[in-house]
Every structure is written in C-alpha cells, then in structure tokens.
C-alpha cells in the first residue's frame, strides 16, 4: 500500500510537470468543477462545508488513522537519520490546494509536515520518497 501510493503520487507529479498534460488536466479539473457546481445548485466551496460537529476531520481519532495508515505501524529505525529530500517537481501536488504558495514554500510545507526519517521506504535521495528510486 505505501509503495503504492509512492509510485502513484510520483506520477501524478511527473505528469502535472509535463505542460502538454497539464492543459489536458486543467481542461478535465474546469469541466469537474462545473458538473459538480451544477449538480450541487452553488459554489462548490459552499457546497463542501459542514459544520464542525459533522466533520469527520476534525476527530482526534482521525489523525491516529492517519498516520497509521502512513506507517501500518511499522517501526521505525533509530539513531540520526538523514535530512528529508522532496523530489524534485514534487511541490506541483499542492498546488492547486495552496495556489498562494510559491513553489519554495510548498517543498518547505512537505519538508515541515512529512513524517520523520527511518520509516521502511524512506531513504537518503530525492527519489527514495517518490517510489522511483
């Protein structure tokens, strides 16, 4: 499963990289957004809220299933680990969430919130943590 994810955020990175794709992809995200308004009668960002008490990422134990499923609890080696690498292009899978954010600091926002060293698939090159290397 984490492997998975890896080769498949990699991909996602490397083709939201390539300019001839990304007009495909902006094309495909308008006509979404606009289907979903439609359906939804409103803007998709109304259409989306609810209310603290109705959700479900707001529960404390949310975040423990979060990072369970980030680990499936494997252990975690010890000792001094090497400095986290963001692949490189690896910024563009934030974008279009945090599009006031230069490209810098989405890699120092991945930096920041990715989990510690010493995990199995973390590694000490930039492609280690992407499932390609």
Not at 44 to 65: G, H, I, Q, Y
Not at 95 to 114: G, I, Y
Request: proline share 8%.
């Amino acid at each position: 499963m984490i492997g998975s994810r890896m080769v498949a955020e990699r991909n996602v990175a490397h083709y939201l990289n390539d300019p001839h794709y990304r007009v495909l992809f902006n094309e495909a995200r308008d006509q979404l957004r606009a289907a979903l308004a439609k359906a939804c009668g409103t803007s998709l960002a109304e259409c989306a809220k609810s209310s603290v008490k109705d959700d479900p990422w707001r529960d404390p134990a949310m975040r423990d299933f979060s990072r369970f499923t980030m680990t499936y609890d494997l252990p975690q080696q010890k000792g001094p680990q090497p400095r986290l690498q963001v692949p490189e292009g690896a910024e563009v899978l934030l974008e279009d969430a945090l599009p006031h954010l230069s490209a810098a600091q989405r890699r120092a926002l991945m930096v920041n919130t990715a989990l510690p060293a010493g995990y199995p698939l973390s590694g000490t090159t930039p492609n280690s943590n992407s499932g390609s290397g």
